[in-house]
T-cell receptor, first 112, second 113 residues
Framework: GNSVTQMEGPVTLSEEAFLTINCTYTATGYPSLFWYVQYPGEGLQLLLKATKADDKGSNKGFEATYRKETTSFHLEKGSVQVSDSAVYFCALLIQGAQKLVFGQGTRLTINP | DTEVTQTPKHLVMGMTNKKSLKCEQHMGHRAMYWYKQKAKKPPELMFVYSYEKLSINESVPSRFSPECPNSSLLNLHLHALQPEDSALYLC????????????FGPGTRLTVL
């Protein structure tokens, strides 16, 4: 089956620290991979995506590289800010399917 | 216009009430979705509409009734809900056939008393 596994949170960092949130997947086809962010009290926002192996998605200082050999799509940011505090969801979409498969989410808190 | 809007933002209803949630997008997307999200959990897919036709129903109880009147609008009619149905209800849209990801609305926070 298709599934996404994220590192368990919560994750607490100090401002300007380096961030990594791990995401691995299993998929029966060739998935597209996504990171969504959910700020408190809001809906999900698409943060970045990658549609094929070795693609790198990037947005707002966040990056993730689609690694087919390790079936991973880890989210990274070089210097986090308090405003990055949110829940981050990794997700996959199988080509031709109509439903996203989400990971469990990782809650990130950045302290000043 | 690059957003999905949802109304109302908050809704409190009794178990005997009938209410509706509304969702609208003007991005020309031909797929629209309803999700339910409980606290500290990922969204759970409920329904998918493609070209205004219901294409996926994830075995959702009949007290939830979706409707897609046109390509821009999506409704979720609620009747005889239970307290455990209290959650954040998210609408999303996407182009069909493209791996662009889904665009989510801000959600309706529903409380069933």
């Amino acid at each position: 089956g298709n599934s996404v596994t994220q590192m368990e949170g919560p994750v607490t960092l100090s401002e300007e620290a380096f961030l990594t949130i791990n995401c691995t997947y299993t998929a029966t086809g060739y998935p597209s991979l996504f990171w969504y962010v959910q700020y408190p009290g809001e809906g999900l926002q698409l943060l970045l995506k990658a549609t094929k192996a070795d693609d790198k998605g990037s947005n707002k200082g966040f990056e993730a590289t689609y690694r087919k050999e390790t079936t991973s799509f880890h989210l990274e940011k070089g210097s986090v800010q308090v405003s990055d505090s949110a829940v981050y969801f990794c997700a996959l979409l199988i080509q031709g399917a109509q439903k996203l498969v989400f990971g469990q989410g990782t809650r990130l808190t950045i302290n000043p | 216009d690059t957003e999905v809007t949802q109304t109302p933002k908050h809704l409190v209803m009794g178990m005997t009430n009938k209410k509706s949630l509304k969702c609208e997008q003007h991005m020309g997307h031909r797929a629209m979705y309803w999700y339910k999200q409980k606290a500290k959990k990922p969204p759970e897919l409920m329904f998918v509409y493609s070209y205004e036709k219901l294409s996926i129903n994830e075995s959702v109880p009949s007290r939830f009734s979706p409707e897609c009147p046109n390509s821009s609008l999506l409704n979720l009619h609620l009747h005889a809900l239970q307290p455990e149905d209290s959650a954040l209800y998210l609408c999303a849209s996407s182009p069909l056939g493209l791996s662009t990801g889904e665009f989510f609305g801000p959600g309706t926070r529903l409380t069933v008393l």
